[in-house]
Nanobody
Framework: EVQLQAYGGGLVQAGGSLRVSCVVS????????VGWFRQAPGKEREAVSC????????YYADSVKGRFTISGGSAKNTVDLQMNSLKPEDTAVYYC?????????????????WGQGTQVTVSS
């Protein structure tokens, strides 16, 4: 059974940094994609960043490009999302999810297995 456990997050002032991590278990091999998604109050869940473990292919939402960095790779079962230059609009519950495929734009609907969320709050 594939399982994901997200941890990290917290409260930080605008301009600060946080890291969230996702531990993935239950896969055989590294042909899977892990994505980070977020959902702010009253808004739909959206993709933030995704990575394919086998070849390191990545996707970033325009809103986080240049500020967030996703890292993983076949040698580790943890996918990290380093978040720098955080803004109040980054405040949300962050979720990680996984799927065997890679989908352009990292669409939420394609991801079948989800971890629990972790809160990220950025104060102004």
């Amino acid at each position: 059974e594939v399982q994901l456990q997200a941890y990290g997050g917290g409260l930080v002032q605008a301009g600060g940094s946080l890291r969230v991590s996702c531990v993935v278990s239950g896969f055989t091999g590294d042909s899977y994609t892990v994505g980070w998604f977020r959902q702010a109050p009253g808004k739909e869940r959206e993709a933030v960043s995704c990575i394919t473990q086998s070849n390191g292919r990545t996707y970033y939402a325009d809103s986080v490009k240049g500020r967030f960095t996703i890292s993983g790779g076949s040698a580790k079962n943890t996918v990290d999302l380093q978040m720098n230059s955080l803004k109040p609009e980054d405040t949300a519950v962050y979720y990680c999810a996984t799927d065997l495929g890679w989908y352009a734009g990292c669409p939420v609907r394609e991801y079948d297995v989800w971890g629990q969320g972790t809160q990220v709050t950025v104060s102004s």
